[in-house]
């Protein structure tokens, strides 16, 4: 019984990868790759006994993005597979998906090499060096989420056969708001000294988020994650009849908004997203 179920697991993760990669070969390896690598800078943390400033192990932050890019490929070569299929392959699309894993991997390098010194990645302006470096790797991380929109322009031209329009939408707007949330918050949060506001300690399990203070990282999650958020809220209500299904998507996606932009506005209030 437990083989007979471990197989039917394993052949459905066969058949998402199978999917991923008809839908975007080189975003999918791509990811499958930052996963693979995830456990390695898990591992690292308890063999690396530094710390940097707060207490933090070097390596949590490595271990963060390498999660957090991985699944922001596998989700673009993900929604890219709703795109018709020979409209997938334009010049357009080609050069976005190399500018995506161009300013992955150099955004990656530059945090698992400020790791491995024992160094800050984010706010560290300390030098020259450090200072371009990190501008150069906000520049990356706007291209990142700037290269969402492309994908919402081609999939609202040529959606794929058999989908219906209020799903097409929701994608669409999700990708859309990724940048626009998730781009705009992060270039606030970037500008600053650091992503705590007020008072900064005990961070929140697995996310590190700020419980004594405001922390500009939640909004900036939040709007990142509009990315799968929106599309699901779409998957939800598509099979709904036109009005009900419209007016549940619309809603839904300005209290996405709305509770977004309260996360930030409670951040700047010096007030923590999570109390103790």
Known sequence: MTAALASGVQGRHARIIADLMERDRLLTRYGLLLLALFPIALLLQPIDPRLLAGG??????????????????????????????DARSTPMLRANRLLIVGAATFELIYICLQAAL??????????????????????GATLLVAAMLPIAL??????????????????????????VLGGGLGLYMG???????????????????????????????????????????????????GRTGWTLLIGGIALYVAITLASFAQALSVLPALAM
């Open 118 to 139: 024992g160094q800050e990645s984010h706010f560290n302006r300390g030098t020259p060096v450090h200072a371009a470096l990190y501008a150069l790797m906000g520049i």
């Open 154 to 179: 081609q999939l609202l031209r040529r959606p794929a056969a058999g989908l219906r329009p209020i799903f097409v939408f929701a994608v669409a707007a999700g990708l859309v708001l990724t940048f």
């Open 191 to 241: 500008a600053q000294t650091s992503h705590a506001v007020g008072i900064e300690g005990q961070g929140l399990p697995l996310f590190g988020w700020n419980r004594l203070g405001g922390d500009l990282r939640v909004a900036h999650f939040l709007g990142i994650h509009a990315q799968q958020a929106i599309p699901l809220l779409g998957l939800l209500v598509r099979d709904l009849d």
């Open 56 to 85: 933090v192990d070097p390596w949590v932050k490595p271990a963060k993005f390498l999660l957090s890019l991985g699944l922001f490929a596998l989700t673009t070569a993900w929604l890219t597979g709703y795109i018709a299929p």
